[in-house]
């Protein structure tokens, strides 16, 4: 394939009224790997505008499955994809090791995180913040279109407008495309878009879409994020919670009324959290695929 500037997240989104797009996540040590590969060839026949792929970077380079399956998806697929990196963890060199070999690989565009702190990992003292490492990789790989992470309801490590003030900041270093955080109430999504405007955070910002798949999910988004859940969305886990079948179908149902209002309400674009579920992103991608492309057209 030819990687230029087609192969942009932030040229798709300024091309598009309305982006839709996935994110998956590398296999698990103890998974199979063709299992994932099987998975984005459900997924990929689905068209989404790109596919993010979460961060796995396993010992060293030539291990690290976030940039293999990156790579992959680009060549195999012909679809855009998008490598989450996160820097906590990493040394300026390594970060710059990475860049070099996405880029080597045709793979243009990154979503910048902070990541995770760990109890046993000692940080490893050369970024404190996403914002660091969207301003070191706009320095050293200005090429590279940069993506960051927004929270509709607050990052769980500080509130609302802190957050807002970190997404502002996260722009000025070089972020041109942001993608939230899961919600499940619409109206979070909304203040969120309302106060970036007031910002000038004139960047594309995506929907993070979550299908609720069980209920061992849901107690974990809360430990996780702390999101916060609608009454309709409660009532509707504890109507159908003692069974899988019933409770994957409303998850699925409520994803698409969720999807349904956001783009009714002038949304540029959704980011569904596969959580490589290829048959459920398959579900939701038929109740909403004509609304997507009705927009586009």
Do not use: W
Not at 17 to 46: G, R, W
Not at 226 to 247: H, I, N, T, W
Not at 269 to 290: A, C, D, F, Q
């Amino acid at each position: 394939i030819v990687c230029g500037e087609t192969m942009k997240i932030n040229e798709i989104a300024r091309n598009k009224k309305v982006t839709f797009s996935y994110e998956i996540f590398p296999p698990k040590p103890n998974s199979p790997v063709l299992s994932v590969y099987e998975s984005l060839d459900k997924l990929s026949a689905q068209r989404p505008d790109f596919i993010s792929v979460t961060y796995g970077a396993g010992g060293s380079l030539v291990s690290n499955k976030t940039l293999v399956l990156s790579s992959y998806i680009q060549d195999r697929y012909n679809i855009p994809s998008m490598a989450h990196l996160t820097c906590i963890n990493s040394s300026k060199q390594y970060i710059l090791a990475v860049l070099e070999q996405l880029k080597a690989n045709g793979v243009y565009n990154v979503l910048a995180l902070r990541g995770d702190k760990t109890p046993d990992i000692t940080p490893a003292g050369d970024f404190n913040y996403a914002s660091e490492l969207i301003e070191f990789i706009k320095n050293n790989s200005p090429e590279i279109c940069i993506s960051a992470a927004c929270y509709p309801e607050g990052h769980i490590d500080g509130g609302f407008e802190k957050d807002i003030q970190v997404m502002k900041d996260k722009y000025s270093c070089g972020a041109e495309h942001f993608i939230s955080q899961l919600f499940f109430d619409n109206s979070h999504f909304y203040r969120l878009m309302d106060r970036a405007a007031q910002l000038n955070i004139n960047a594309n910002i995506e929907a993070g879409i979550m299908p609720v798949l069980n209920k061992n999910q849901i107690e974990r988004m809360v430990s996780m994020c702390g999101c916060s859940f609608p009454e309709k969305f409660r009532k509707m886990v504890e109507r159908y919670q003692d069974d899988k079948s019933a409770l994957l179908q409303a998850g699925i149902n409520f994803a698409t009324e969720q999807i349904t209002d956001l783009l009714s309400n002038d949304v540029k674009g959704i980011h569904l959290y596969t959580m490589n579920r290829p048959e459920v992103s398959e579900k939701i991608n038929e109740n909403v695929r004509y609304l997507v492309d009705y927009l586009n057209a």
